[in-house]
Each structure stands twice: as C-alpha cells, then as structure tokens.
C-alpha cells in the first residue's frame, strides 16, 4: 500500500476497497509478464506525487485517501492501482463547479462538467450541500418537523471524487507536454506534479525492456518509448520574484534646491535636495495635506526652501532608494504637522524599519539619484 499524506490509521479491508474506489491502469508495454521492481516502485511512487499535488493544488490538501496496490493479471505488465478516497470530496466537487475548476478539470480529463455530472450523476450539486449540511450538523438532534431527511450516500460520493481525481491524475501522466502547457501547471504544486511525471518517464527510460506506457487495461500503448524522453525533462521553474527591501523611515531636514510644484508630476521629475548632510537627494511627496495647503498657497515659499519630512526609503546595494516624504512636518521653518503614527506608518507601508541621522553625523542619504 502506497499511503498519502492524508490516510485513515486503520486498515482498509478488502471488501471496503470497490464502494469508494476507482482504478488507476499504468500499463507497460514489455514481453513478458513482469517489470523490474525499481519501474515498478518509482513509477507508483511518482503517480502518488502527481495526486498530492492536485490534491494541494486544487483541493487545498483536504482530500483523505489512499493509493492501494491491486494484484497485476498476466500478460503486458498491468499495474492496477486503487485510489481509496474516505473524505474531503466536497472540496472535489466545489471545484468541479467553479469557473477555474471546471477548465483544469476538462483539460485534463477531455470532459467538460456537463459531462462528468451525467456520469456520476445530476446531482452531484446536492452532494455538495448535502455533506456540507451533514457535517454542520453532526452531533446535534435531527429537527422534529416530520420530514424525512435522505441520508448522504457517502460510498458512492467517495467514489465519485475518485473517479475524477483518478482522470485529472491520467492527464497529467498522458498528455503531452504542449498539451499540459495550454492547460496551465504553474500553479500552486503543478510544477511538483510535473517534475514527478518526468521522474515517471525516467523509469521507464532507465528500464531497456519498456516499450511504451498506457493507462488503460486495453493493449494500447500512445506513448512510444521514443517519447519518453521529452516527459522526462523536468520543466523550467519561475524564479520567484526577490522580496522587495523593507522601508525604513526617518524624520531629516532638506533644503529644496529644485522644487516641484506639479503634484502629479513628481513621477517624472522628482524634487530635488540636499539633506542634513549636504548631499543630493531626490524624492516624492505624497502629504496629501501638504499639497491641499499648496493649491490653498497657504505657504511661505522663499528663493531656497527648507523642509523637515518624514520619509521613507528602501536601501538598494547599500543606497537608500525610492525615497517618499509621507509627512510634510515644517516648511520654512513653519510647523505643519505631527509624525505619522507607526500604525498610521505600517497601514501605509507595511512592516518598517526606523532610523535617526544623528546631530553631526552623515546622512544615509548619497549623490546618486533615486
């Protein structure tokens, strides 16, 4: 028995197996009726990695199952295995009827939903509700209204989810590679499913004596040994995007050498400074109170100006960069404005750092502009 990370302790008798089961066929094509025990095992253990990743993908790792071994039968090496499934179908069929769920779902299995609610029943919506509902009330009394309320056929509910992830697992391992790239693996754990299906095709490469693969009971085998080395290249990963620096924020006085009093402008000519250490510096404000009082012209503007801020900048390879003046606090020697609070800061910025130009001591602030 290959287990899942979700599995019931106790053991699965034999005649529990069929009710909320469906098969997995992965046929080999070989001449005899045996298969090396490291295909055989890498190969079951790759189809398990395929199924955790759909289930975390798109079922939110809800499902409770397990992938059970069955006997083979002789001739071509007929790998049967059973996915059990105990629980957690609800999540199967909530997206079986969502928008996104229903195109994964007919691009791996060739079936839109329409179909699949025929072959497990029109009323696989009402199962929804219906286990929804039963799970909400456990444990409390039935209501005494004279109705008969219908118990949830849990069995063939179980099997239904079954038979739907069993189809959405085929796909992934059948289809080929340009096939899997319309339909869309990068995301959540598909690129996990993929790597698992080239680890698939590894197997059956590294085995001399397969000579193609189904996943039907028929002697039909569409994948061609010659093709298992495209399923065997592992895909090329995303990098994940760096995490932008942390803002830090700190309150300094600037004297303004080239102001600019278009507020929408700022994003393509930023104003321009020298802070407490008489370098360069170039920044955005975006007091929106400060720039009130300038369409009011509530301000004393002179030939230099001087500013005292609380801004906020990141620190890029050792350089503060994308410097914004959150909080204009004096112009000109006249006070504005208090500081931001730090809530007032984070609903702004998220998490920050704070720091303090000390009295004599050079600004973090350099000649580059940024």
Partial sequence: MIEGPHYIMSEILPWEIDPRSDRLFLHFDVDEH?????????????????????DATFFQGSLEYELIVLPPEDGSFLSKLALWVSGGVASVFAFLNSDVGSAYVEGLTGKPPAEWAQEIGHDHQERIQ???????????????????????????????????????TRGVLEKSNDELNKIGMEVGDLPDALDARAEFYTACIENSDVKGVGFSPDDDFPIPRNQFPERAQKPTRKEKPDEPPEWTVTIEGIYVTSPNWDQEDQKTRQWKGKDSARRDCYFVIEDAEFWRLVKRKDLHVEVLDSLKVQWAFQVVDGRPKTRRALRVLEFNGDKLA????????????????????PRGQPSLFGDTAG
Avoid: H, W
């Fill in 34 to 54: 045996y298969l090396k025990l490291e295909t055989f095992i890498e190969t079951a253990e790759s189809t398990r990695k395929v199924i955790e990743a759909l």
């Fill in 130 to 168: 219906s286990i929804q509902e039963s799970a909400e009330t456990k444990g409390e009394e039935p209501p005494d209204d004279g109705e008969t309320i219908e118990p949830v056929d849990e069995d063939a509910t179980c099997r239904s989810g079954a038979r739907i992830v069993v189809a959405m």
């Fill in 338 to 357: 208090e500081p931001l609070t730090p809530d007032a800061i984070k609903a702004l910025l998220g998490d920050f750092n704070t720091a303090e130009t």
